[in-house]
């Protein structure tokens, strides 16, 4: 198994002490030999940078309000704690021991005398049993939402908000008795007040969506602060007002944007063309610095940052052909993490009147290939060409979502499959985020599966004219998650493809609602009527496949089970197409971003080898 991703280090979550004087950012290193990330907290001054902090997988740092010490969560015994370090000297203290860790970021209260955090604990009829025994126990079941991609079972455990004193004893307090997961705590400046999301529904994972509640942060009974809605993180103004990305009410997908939460929830900007928050990987959250916000700003491909003011008015800060991954402001000074095409990962610190740019963490510089960027019918597409001048098999690659988006950013797949020899297409078509409103819901209803289809189409026909290297005898076709519902669904309708690779995908509706962690309302929220399931499904069509196919699926995938790779590969065989089928043990939806490094160097491994047997042997 040959190593590309080995010893690549990438910097993320980077947080401004108070003063605006130095920086915490966490530092992620690849270790495939021993099948590991490792995390540690790095410091950033004016001068230079340092690893700070070298526990066994240590993150989410934050600052407390007077500059001194950092909040941090660090693995211990397999689970993540809550941590706390002096950063002029010292060693870690660990003031939680939940039986399942804490989830989310730590949050210190305006004085520094207390954090909140998300606990998580067994439900009383798990919380005395030996692993063995909660692996044999029958599960009874009430509730739609009783399992998550990524985490597994979650009916046996509950996700809550907790306050640890940090000087006293540092036992956790819940926040509240309610019986809900709650995340994403956030203070008041006087103290008084902590908000979080949680679900109120009467009928749990049926509903899209959040609720947002604010509680005494002494105790007492939590009052409903913003109607449900695609919420994602909450921030409150130094004035003491709630404010939140994403949208209120329940029709998704819609743009994310920022919200004031009043009486009534107000949208700061009014008719944004944008969307303030990317499901591609840009930053989840935002931050004030004054009376000004800082939201990332999603457009065509880029994540930038912008500041918007109190009645709206808006100014790119960072704005370039690049991915802004994670951001802070305290003081004056901002310091984001940003990925290109140029640089896969640095750390630029803008203070008043200079500007520094950090990659150097210790790791491997990966080779870069420069993809060429054009525009199509208002499409953007790039194109990854290997070095030389010979004629190259054309590789599409489909993102997931669909609301996601390809882009300006580092991106290992592509590098492997050019560096491999294949020229790259990707693209954004319609139902992907970073354009406007309607772009974002064109597949919505009968545009599922059509005008998507029309966009892959010309994309490619442009690709070719463009690019004469590109062999349209040698075609393959790739994606994920939609993207493999995608390449499923092009591959039924047009016989020019060679290969095909079918991965962790969305093949039949109607099993897809009973089974996945988001079956719920997902179909309900893009076809809106049940007629359309089966006939937009690839399950239905999979009779008219002529393409070598390859099916990759993960065992603990609960996004899109695996009864639908399943599935799929049965119908594939039963009707004579040559096809294969890889399922890795142990992993979840998210394999080829955050799946163990040896399973994502034999994914790798895996698809160049169809790949080369399918396309490069015709050459």
Request: include cysteine.
């Amino acid at each position: 198994m040959s190593s590309r991703l080995h010893g690549i280090a990438t910097p993320s979550e980077p947080v401004v002490s108070p003063d605006g004087d130095r920086v915490a950012y966490v530092v992620t290193t690849i270790d495939v030999e021993e099948d590991r990330y490792v995390r540690d907290i790095w410091l950033a001054t004016s001068d230079g940078h340092r690893r700070f902090t070298t526990g066994e997988s240590d993150g989410s740092p934050q600052w407390s309000p007077d500059g001194r010490r950092l909040a941090f969560v660090r693995r211990v015994d397999n689970h993540p704690q809550l941590a706390i370090i002096d950063v002029d000297g010292g060693e870690a203290r660990i003031l939680t021991s939940f039986s399942l860790g804490v989830m989310g970021r730590p949050a210190w209260s305006p004085d520094g005398s207390r954090i909140a955090i998300v606990g998580v604990e067994w439900t009383e009829e798990w919380a005395d049993l030996d692993d063995e025994e909660r692996a044999r126990r029958p599960r009874r079941i009430t509730r739609r939402d009783y399992r998550a991609d990524g985490i597994g079972w979650i009916h046996d455990r509950r996700r809550q908000v907790y306050i640890v004193d940090v000087e006293g004893d540092s036992v956790a307090r819940r926040l509240t008795d309610g019986d809900n997961d709650e995340l994403g705590p956030a203070w008041s400046p006087d103290g008084s007040t902590i908000a979080f999301s949680t679900d109120l529904s009467d009928r749990p994972g049926y509903r899209p969506g959040v609720d947002i509640v604010a509680a005494p942060a002494d105790g007492g009974s939590a009052e409903q602060a913003a109607p449900r809605g695609s919420w994602y993180t909450l921030v409150f103004d130094p004035d003491g007002t709630l404010h939140a990305l994403g949208n209120p009410g329940l029709d998704f997908p819609e743009l994310p944007t920022l919200w004031r939460l009043e009486d009534e929830p107000r949208p700061v900007v009014s008719e944004p063309k944008r969307g303030f928050f990317s499901l591609a990987g840009g930053p989840d959250r935002f931050c004030f610095d004054g009376r000004r916000a800082l939201v990332p700003f999603v457009d065509s491909g880029r994540v930038g940052i912008a500041s918007i003011g109190s009645v709206g008015d808006l100014e790119m800060l960072v704005d370039e052909p690049a991915v802004v991954t994670g951001f802070d402001q305290q003081a004056g000074t901002l310091a984001y993490t940003i990925t290109s095409v140029e640089q896969p990962a640095r750390l630029v610190i803008r203070r008043p009147g200079s500007t520094g740019t950090l990659d150097d963490f210790g790791g491997r510089r990966p080779e870069v290939i420069h993809p060429h960027h054009f525009v199509v019918d208002g499409l953007d597409v790039w194109v990854y060409l290997p070095p030389g001048t010979g004629k190259v098999p054309l590789l599409l690659n489909i993102h997931g979502g669909p609301a996601a988006q390809y882009g300006w950013g580092y991106f290992d797949e592509f590098q492997v499959y050019a560096e491999a020899g294949y020229g790259v297409v990707a693209t954004n078509p319609r139902g992907s985020g970073g354009r406007d409103r309607e772009f974002l819901r064109a597949v919505r209803g009968d545009g599922w599966g059509r005008v998507d289809m029309e966009d892959i189409d010309t994309v490619v026909g442009a690709a070719l004219e463009r690019f004469p290297r590109l062999d349209e005898e040698r075609m393959g076709v790739m994606g994920g998650s939609y993207g493999g519902f995608l390449t499923a669904w092009l591959i039924a309708h047009q016989d020019r493809w060679k290969a095909a690779i079918v991965e962790r995908a969305l093949l039949s509706w109607p099993s897809f609602g009973g089974t996945s962690d988001i079956g719920g309302w997902f179909a309900q929220s893009y076809l809106g009527d049940p007629e359309l399931e089966w006939d937009r499904s690839p399950l239905r069509l999979a009779s008219q496949v002529r393409t070598p196919t390859l099916v990759i699926h993960s065992e603990n995938d609960y996004r899109c089970p695996m009864e639908q790779a399943e599935q799929y590969f049965d119908a594939l065989l039963r009707n004579g197409v040559e096809a294969e089928f890889v399922r890795f043990p142990g992993e979840g939806h998210e394999l080829t971003r955050s799946g163990t490094p040896r399973h994502r160097e034999e994914r790798f491994d895996i698809v160049l080898d169809w790949l080369s047997r399918k396309l490069m042997s015709a050459s």
